[in-house]
């Protein structure tokens, strides 16, 4: 059985910088993309990272390019994703995915999900 468990979320003000983790098992980690995505009250779930099976790759949306970065640790089976500069607007509950993928690029690929964690930033 696959499972995600995401932890580091927080409530924050604004400017300040979160580190989220999630953790994986039942997976061959090191064979699977990752993404990070987020969901704010009344809107539709959104991609905000991603990183390849080696983390050689890792894309963004552009609304965090420059203030997030995503990473890896295969040998710990878990994937980060460290938000600084944080605004308002990135308040939403963040949720660790899975691919069956090695790259990850298509938003399907991603058929492992956490139950997400509340980051919440004040301003």
């Known amino acids: 059985q696959v499972q995600l468990v995401e932890s580091g979320g927080g409530l924050v003000q604004a400017g300040a910088s979160l580190r989220l983790s999630c953790v994986v098992s039942?997976?061959?980690?090191?064979?699977?993309?990752m993404g990070w995505f987020r969901q704010a009250p009344g809107k539709e779930r959104e991609f905000v990272a991603s990183?390849?099976?080696?983390?050689?790759?890792?894309y963004y949306i552009d609304s965090v390019k420059g203030r997030f970065t995503v990473s890896r640790d295969n040998a710990e089976n878990t994937v980060y994703l460290q938000m600084d500069s944080l605004k308002p607007g990135d308040t939403a509950v963040y949720y660790c995915a899975g691919a069956q993928t090695v790259t990850g690029r298509e938003l399907k690929d991603y058929v492992y999900w956490g139950q997400g964690t509340q980051v919440t930033v004040s301003s």
């Open positions: 990183i390849n099976w080696n983390g050689s790759r890792t």
């Open positions: 039942g997976l061959t980690f090191s064979k699977s993309a």
